[in-house]
């Protein structure tokens, strides 16, 4: 796995705020490409680069969990933009999601893909994601958060595909391009 731990310094303006994504769903998932995920145990900070995410995009979007309603695993959707989604699949694996868009949108983006680290449950269980993240804010105070690089060596290029494992959602919601890898 190629990231990069150093020991916890003060926070500058590299920190994603709340307005970043105040955004549809595909934008932020597009734009988190080549961001960093940044996790805070103890006194080490683990920094990972986002390289895949999936965007989805409320209730109308039958393929996310908002458009079969208000549950209680699903009422952070419907909050504010820059909360955690957190849920767990088949029993086993816990996935990352940030919310996003206006409060109600009910649209939320994947964390599919970190540098070294494919698939979402690896993402989780290699940051120890579980759902004590769930509705909390995106910020240090957290320990979980979204940074922008220190820099950038060139422009990235981003290839979209449909989203994986969504042929429940119909085909015209499974054909939707909207999954995002960095090539």
């Not at 990069?4 to 105040?22: E, G, M, S, Y």
């Not at 995920?37 to 990972?48: C, D, P, Q």
């Not at 680069?49 to 039958?62: P, S």
């Amino acid at each position: 796995m190629n990231r990069r731990n150093k020991k916890i310094c003060p926070i500058n303006d590299a920190v994603l705020p709340a307005t970043f994504f105040q955004r549809p769903a595909a934008k932020v998932a597009h734009d988190l490409l080549g961001k960093n995920l940044v996790r805070s145990r103890g006194t080490t900070l683990t920094s990972s680069m986002i390289v895949e995410t999936e965007a989805y995009e409320g209730t109308h979007d039958l393929a996310s969990h908002s458009s079969r309603g208000r549950t209680p695993r699903t009422e952070v959707m419907f909050g504010a933009a820059g909360r955690f989604y957190v849920y767990r699949i088949y029993g086993l694996h816990w996935m990352l999601n940030v919310v996003t868009g206006d409060a109600s949108d009910a649209a939320a983006v994947l964390i599919r893909g970190i540098e070294g680290v494919t698939g979402p449950g690896r993402v989780a269980a290699a940051l120890g994601i579980d759902d004590s993240f769930h509705g909390l804010e995106a910020a240090p105070a957290t320990g979980l958060w979204f940074e922008v690089p220190v820099s950038t060596v060139r422009k990235p290029r981003v290839i979209r595909t449909p989203r994986v494992g969504v042929d429940y959602a119909g085909a015209v919601w499974a054909a939707k391009k909207l999954r995002f890898v960095l090539e």
